[in-house]
């Protein structure tokens, strides 16, 4: 199984909900990434988790608040959003003993803050 | 820090003709790991390729092949034989070798395959 899964695939959600991304892998990748995609642009990395501990944050604003419950799930919490944080949100995962590889990544939830 | 070029927005090839996607970087270490992936319209990202900077010999995965220029920090795609199913984004990406990182995205090419 080599599959990232993310639920749900569309979110439309305004300024003042609070919401949740949702990301899971069963490959048993020890890290774990939320990636923000706009629209023509590549992603642009927001967390990674290592071993379930966040181990890079690119300086994300606090109503994006991540969470790694288990190895296998990776979420993201959202609150208070913005307009302009509509976006394709991906999560990845991949080993992380010795050198590692590629990063898997999932189909993406499509969010729209009205 | 590092940082990855693709000079082309755009790229368009004849079905069943070859086409080359261009890719440079720019890192001060000796030791990493390039990779093409490709996002169709669906937006799924798949990895098509990667390249071990410590081995002179160029990837190949079926269609897809690299040529990799270590000394002119260059990395470029060349999809053989292209088929309709090619027609995607395709990012040129960089990541340093050990433990959890983050990659380095080009801003993507876009190739179109016309039938």
């Known amino acids: 199984d080599t599959e990232v899964t993310q639920t749900p695939k569309h979110l439309v959600m305004g300024m003042t909900n609070k919401k949740s991304l949702k990301c899971e892998q069963h490959m048993g990748h020890r890290a774990m990434y939320w990636y923000k995609q706009k629209a023509k642009k590549p992603p642009e990395l927001m967390f990674v988790y290592s071993y379930e501990k966040l181990s890079i944050n690119e300086s994300v604003p606090s109503r994006f608040s991540p969470e790694c419950p288990n190895s296998s799930l990776l979420n993201l919490h959202l609150h208070a959003l913005q307009p302009e944080d509509s976006a394709l949100y991906l999560c990845?995962?991949?080993?992380?003993?010795?050198?590692?590889?590629?990063?898997?990544f999932g189909p993406g939830t499509r969010l729209t803050v009205t | 820090a590092q940082t990855v070029t693709q000079s082309q927005p755009e790229m368009s090839v004849q079905e069943a003709e070859t086409v080359t996607l261009s890719c440079t970087y720019d890192?001060?270490?000796?030791?990493?790991?390039l990779f093409w992936y490709k996002q169709p319209p669906s937006r799924q990202m798949i990895l098509v390729i990667r390249?071990?900077?410590?081995?002179?010999q160029n990837a190949t995965e079926n269609r897809f092949s690299v040529n990799f220029q270590k000394a002119a920090k260059s990395f470029s795609l060349k999809i053989s034989d292209s088929q309709l199913g090619d027609a995607a984004m395709y990012f040129c990406?960089?990541?340093?070798?050990?433990?959890?990182?983050?990659?380095?995205f080009g801003q993507g090419t876009r190739l179109t395959i016309n039938p």
């Open positions: 990406a960089y990541r340093r070798i050990w433990g959890a990182q983050k990659l380095v």
């Open positions: 990845a995962s991949s080993p992380y003993e010795g050198k590692t590889y590629e990063q898997y």
């Open positions: 390249q071990e900077a410590y081995k002179q």
């Open positions: 890192t001060s270490e000796s030791d990493y790991y």
